[in-house]
């Protein structure tokens, strides 16, 4: 079955910087890899994602780039502020389901 | 209106009991999930329901069973609860297949002490 790598666990950046969050996949039949934002105590919430027929998706700061050849994916996030500290999770979806990476906790410092 | 409700938002009970977590969703979807949060904030998928059939049953005890009564409403029942159970249960809704992507619910935190 599918198993979703996701590097790094935590990531900590000065106000202004940019993040970076990158994953893996194994199962070659993945099309869709959404990515959620979960603040603490809260839900899951999708923020941005991709299919497999697109290289790149831009959101004004967020931006996530897929590389089939590679089966990885990114998430780059431009202009760090506070209130993007969150949990970031990755997933990819081979058929009826989502299966999550490990989660990024990233911290924004002011 | 919240999209996808869960009931109870905490839940505190002792090893041994039986209690139950309700979820509905009023966005029209067709499929809904239970996953499973743990400590180290690892989602992981429990069930899946499409039109109050089950699609998906992962490695789960025997002692997690779902309940679809229509396709607005997924419940679960455990029964015998261990402390290995605590974690946070979030429902969520899709429109058809997983590649719609996903509306979650707002947690249930299930404490066994």
């Known amino acids: 079955g599918e198993n979703v790598e996701q590097h790094p666990s935590t990531l900590s950046v000065q106000e202004g910087d940019s993040a970076v969050i990158k994953c893996t996949y194994s199962?070659?039949?993945?099309?869709?890899f959404p990515w959620y934002k979960q603040e603490l105590g809260k839900r899951p919430q999708l923020i941005i994602d991709?299919?497999?027929?697109?290289g790149e998706k831009k959101d004004q700061r967020i931006a996530v780039t897929l590389n089939k050849t590679a089966k990885h994916f990114s998430l780059h996030i431009t202009e760090t502020q506070p209130e993007d500290s969150a949990v970031y999770f990755c997933?990819?979806?081979?058929?009826?389901?989502?299966?999550f990476g490990t989660g990024t906790r990233l911290q924004v410092f002011p | 209106d919240t999209a996808v409700s869960q009931t109870p938002k905490y839940l505190v009970t002792q090893m041994g009991n039986d209690k139950s977590i309700k979820c509905e969703q009023n966005?029209?979807?067709?499929?809904m999930y239970w996953y499973k949060q743990d400590s180290k904030k690892f989602l992981k998928i429990m069930f899946s329901?499409?039109?109050?059939?089950?699609?998906i049953n992962e490695t789960v005890p025997n002692r997690f069973s779902p309940k679809s009564p229509d396709k607005a409403h997924l419940n679960l029942h455990i029964n015998s609860l261990e402390l290995g159970d605590s974690a946070v249960y979030f429902c969520?809704?899709?429109?058809?297949?997983?590649?719609?992507?996903?509306?979650f619910g707002s947690g249930t935190r299930l404490t066994v002490v």
């Open positions: 969520a809704s899709s429109q058809g297949s997983a590649d719609s992507g996903y509306t």
């Open positions: 199962d070659s039949a993945s099309n869709y």
């Open positions: 991709i299919r497999s027929n697109v």
């Open positions: 997933a990819a979806s081979p058929t009826d389901k989502l299966i």
């Open positions: 966005l029209g979807h067709d499929t």
């Open positions: 329901y499409n039109n109050k059939e089950l699609i």
